[in-house]
């Protein structure tokens, strides 16, 4: 189970929050937003009765319960919320330093191990050229890629798709049958090949 350590700072200042929304029962869900990756963001957002997920893992707090995503829970070890009183207010914190760190088992959700594999195995190569490559979505089995930097209006982009990017991610995610490219283009004001 994830350390996860909410201060009794920031405990007090969420209750706080929680009265005002004048919704019996109210708690916060914490989780990570693209998490394994450059950019996961660790939000707090409101969970408000009949929005929690079965899965959740349920901390009960000072007045309020915190509603963890079971998703997030590998990317949450070690996280840390708090609120410090400044002359502004105060500022609510969230430091979880596994947010990013690709972390992946074989019971990961697929979306996980796409990220994984273009982070650490795809993009390092892309990067050469000015490019990279991220996950839009999973449709049907099919991954949706997004093609950005120096790939985006690239004449060889097919063949980088097909040859690179497919065939890396369908032989290290065998869950997968095949990827997709979801980019515009016709922008080539970036391209490294024209």
Known sequence: ????????????YLAGLLAKQECEGIGIRLFVADPGTPKAETCIAYCRPGEEQPDDLVLELDGFRAH?????????EDARVDYSEDKMGGQLTIRAPNSRMPQVRDDSPVEDKINYVLYN?????????GGMVTLVEVVDGFAVLQFGGGCQGCGMVDVTLKEGVERTLVER???LAGVR????HTDRSQAYYR
């Open 181 to 184: 490219d979801a980019t515009d």
């Open 173 to 175: 995610v065998p869950e």
């Open 1 to 12: 189970m994830a350390q996860i350590e909410i201060t009794p700072s920031a405990q007090h």
């Open 121 to 129: 195995e795809v993009n390092p190569g892309l990067a050469a050229h």
């Open 68 to 76: 963890v995503e079971r998703r997030s829970l590998p990317f949450l």
